[in-house]
Every structure is written in structure tokens, then in C-alpha cells.
């Protein structure tokens, strides 16, 4: 898997690329949230819980199908907030399917694991993508903290966190030009 730095910067730059306002910075924070969410299934290898099952690690909460129900409830949830601070439910339903999908995305860029069931529980077939340049993180903590857990981040700052800046830098650009155009009477 990827580290939850690097599924958390991604989904919180989805969060900025599609609720660009500065009012929308708890869904932001939401996205980074649902972003990492789906590795709740490491906790079953403390369980029991076999590698290669729908429970197991990459089975069904890597699913695009676990990633629409997280859209779906996180866009019920962000009903209860005031009207003004509420963004467009369907954007936001959209930003907390992507940053949740996300997830599957870049473990299937991995390189390590049994892939990714995208299509479980209907498909449990795992996936991996032909371009897998991001060094797979180790599941525990102590296993993290060292020289793997370097080689992770590493590894992520260049193909997760400088293509997120490159997407953020973009955006800027293209709406300060909007912004800067001037009006012709």
C-alpha cells in the first residue's frame, strides 16, 4: 500500500481541485480522510482475516463499490451542515467518491501486495497497473519509521506529492488568469 501521507495528500488535493473556495476547508480535510479510509482493513490481520478474502487487505474496501457508499453517506452528512457553508451536494458526493477511489488507484501503483479488487464483491480479481513506480509502505507503524519507511516517502513525494503541487499550481495559474482578465465595455 501506499503510505497514509500519500493517500491523504492526494485526496486533500482533490478536496482544493474541486472545492476550491476557502470556506470548503473541512471537506478538504474530509477528502484526505476518505482518502486514507479504506486501509481500515489492515486491522483484520490482527483478526485473522486472510490476505487474499473480500475482508482481507485490498478486498472490498478498495472497491469502487465501497467508495460510492462513502460518497453517498459523507454527501447525507454534509447535509447537516448550514446552507452557507454547504457545498453542492452532488460535487461534494463526487470529490468523497474520488478521494476514496483514490486509494485503490494508487496501491495499484505499487509494488508489493496482491493487487486491488476494484469490482468486489462481484469481481474479487485483484489488479495491479502495468506503471508501478511507488514503493509499497509497510503495514505496521514500527515497520514504517525506518529506512523502508524513507524509501516510501520518498518515493511518494515524487509520484504522488509533486504531481498534486503540479495540479495545485496549476489551478492557480489558471484561475488567477481568469481572475485578471479585464473587462472590455
Do not use: N
Request: glycine letters at 10%; hydrophobic letters at 50%.
Amino acid at each position: 500500500m501506499a503510505s497514509a501521507f500519500g493517500h491523504a495528500a492526494l485526496g486533500a488535493t482533490l478536496g482544493k481541485l474541486l472545492l476550491p473556495d476557502r470556506r470548503h476547508w473541512p471537506y478538504w480535510v474530509a477528502a484526505a480522510l476518505c482518502a486514507a479510509l479504506p486501509d481500515v482493513d489492515s486491522v483484520g490481520y490482527r483478526l485473522g482475516v486472510p490476505y487474499d478474502s473480500l475482508w482481507g487487505h485490498r478486498g472490498l474496501t478498495h472497491s469502487l463499490l465501497a467508495a460510492a457508499v462513502v460518497a453517498a453517506v459523507g454527501a447525507l452528512l454534509g447535509r447537516l451542515t448550514r446552507p452557507g457553508q454547504r457545498p453542492p451536494a452532488r460535487r461534494l458526493a463526487l470529490l468523497l467518491f474520488l478521494a476514496t477511489a483514490s486509494h485503490g488507484l494508487l496501491d495499484a501503483m505499487t509494488t508489493g501486495g496482491l493487487g486491488v479488487a476494484f469490482f468486489s464483491p462481484w469481481h474479487p480479481e485483484r489488479y495491479f497497473f502495468p506503471f508501478r513506480p511507488i514503493k509499497v509502505s509497510p503495514l505496521s507503524i514500527r515497520g514504517f519509521f525506518g529506512a523502508k519507511g524513507l524509501q516510501v516517502l520518498a518515493s511518494e513525494a515524487l509520484w504522488v506529492g509533486l504531481p498534486c503541487l503540479l495540479l495545485l499550481g496549476w489551478q492557480q495559474l489558471w484561475t488567477g488568469q481568469r481572475r485578471e482578465k479585464p473587462v472590455l465595455r
